[in-house]
C-alpha cells in the first residue's frame, strides 16, 4: 500500500537519487535544494513499505501563488494515479493559492493530468531551463478555489 506525507528534511537525499533515477541526470538539483524545499515549502513524498517512489516539491513565490518545482514517480509507478494523489495531498495543504506548473510539451499524459486537475496552459516557454533550444514547456496554471 502506498502512503503520502509530508517529506522529512532528511528524506531530502533520497528524493534527490529519485530524481536523478528518474531523470537520468545526476546534476539535476543541488544538493540542498531539496532539503531547503522540504523545510520551506510544500514537498510530498509517496511510499511503499518505506521507500520513496515518487514526490511532488513545490514552495510559495512572492506573488503568493504555489509553484510546482518538480513531480517525479518512480517508471514502475507511473500511470497508477499517483501523481494525482500527490497534486490532491498539495491541493489540500495550500489551500485556495493558485498553482503554476511548468509542463514538458511532449510529456503528453502530464498535460493531460493537469488539464483534468483544473490546469489550463498560460503560456509557451522555450528553452525554460537555459540549456536546451529546442525544449519547449508549458506553463500551466491551476486558478484558486472559490
Known sequence: MVSISRAKTYESSAIRKLEQQVWKDKDCTGKYENAYLSRFGYVFVAKEKNKIIGAILA???AKEEIYVEDVIIHPKWQGQGLGKRLYETLFAACGNFPILALVNKTNEASIKLHKELG???????????GIDVEAESFLMRREKKE
Open 59 to 61: 514552495m510559495k513565490t
Open 119 to 129: 490546469f489550463k496552459g498560460v503560456k509557451k516557454v522555450k528553452n525554460p531551463f
